[in-house]
């Protein structure tokens, strides 16, 4: 059973910084992608970032410049750096994979931004 393990979310001032981490363990075949998805209140679950097993990235255009995915292949983890964070990037932040045709997510870790 393949399980994400989501860490390093919290409680941020305005133009700090956070890394969040995902471990997927679980599975028998190397992950297409791996990334990160996120959900503000009141709205749909959106892109953030996501790479492929290639090491392409796709961002989204909020975050553009602010965020940096990263992603060991080895250690089967992806992180993400957020830097300059702002107050509209507060959100429940769900890791996801993607394996064989199947989607999997963790349970997600809450990021605020709030002075």
């Known amino acids: 059973q393949v399980q994400l393990v989501e860490s390093g979310g919290g409680l941020v001032q305005p133009g700090g910084s956070l890394n969040l981490s995902c471990a997927v363990s679980g599975n028998r075949f190397t992950a297409n992608l791996m990334g990160w998805y996120r959900q503000a209140a009141g709205k749909q679950r959106e892109l953030v970032a996501v790479?492929?097993?290639?090491?392409?990235?796709n961002y989204g255009d909020s975050v553009k410049g602010r965020f940096t995915l990263s992603r060991d292949n080895v250690k089967n983890t992806v992180y993400l750096q957020m830097n300059s964070l702002k107050p509209e990037d507060t959100a429940v932040y769900y890791c996801?994979?993607?394996?064989?045709?199947?989607?999997?997510w963790g349970q997600g870790t809450q990021v605020t931004v709030s002075s």
């Open positions: 790479a492929t097993g290639g090491g392409s990235t």
């Open positions: 996801y994979t993607r394996i064989l045709v199947f989607d999997h």
